[in-house]
């Protein structure tokens, strides 16, 4: 089992920044991919950026391509998430995740790849 727990969420004016951070308990962390994912209210939850275990590969959803960044630290066993130029639209609860499976060899981004999930971090963004 592992635990995950994120900070770094708040309220910030468009065109701001916020690094979010999620740390997690497992002893293993760097063998597994991690995963940033949001959910506006009355919205499906959606992938933001993933990375890889070994962390050289990345993911991101278009919507967030050039603005947010997603890092890691295994030696800290934390994932980051930076975010600049923030828009209206990327306000919801940001949630991180863990993949079930380890060394995974390609970027892990499908939902159900992901079974360890921390309680989320909320970010609204005002305009």
């Known amino acids: 089992q592992v635990q995950l727990v994120e900070s770094g969420g708040g309220s910030v004016q468009a065109g701001g920044s916020l690094r979010l951070s999620c740390a997690a308990s497992?002893?293993?962390?760097?063998?597994?991919?991690m995963g940033w994912f949001r959910q506006a209210p009355g919205k499906e939850r959606e992938i933001v950026a993933a990375?890889?275990?070994?962390?050289?590969?990345?993911y991101y959803a278009d919507s967030v391509k050039g603005r947010f960044t997603i890092s890691r630290d295994n030696a800290k066993n934390t994932v980051y998430l930076q975010m600049n130029s923030l828009r209206p639209e990327d306000a919801a609860g940001y949630y991180c995740?863990?993949?079930?499976?380890?060394?995974?060899?390609?970027?892990?981004?499908?939902?159900?790849?992901?079974?360890?999930w921390g309680q989320g971090t909320q970010v609204t963004v005002s305009s």
């Open positions: 995740a863990a993949a079930t499976t380890p060394f995974a060899t390609v970027v892990v981004t499908a939902t159900p790849a992901y079974g360890y």
């Open positions: 497992r002893r293993t962390f760097s063998t597994y991919g």
């Open positions: 990375i890889s275990w070994s962390g050289t590969s990345t």
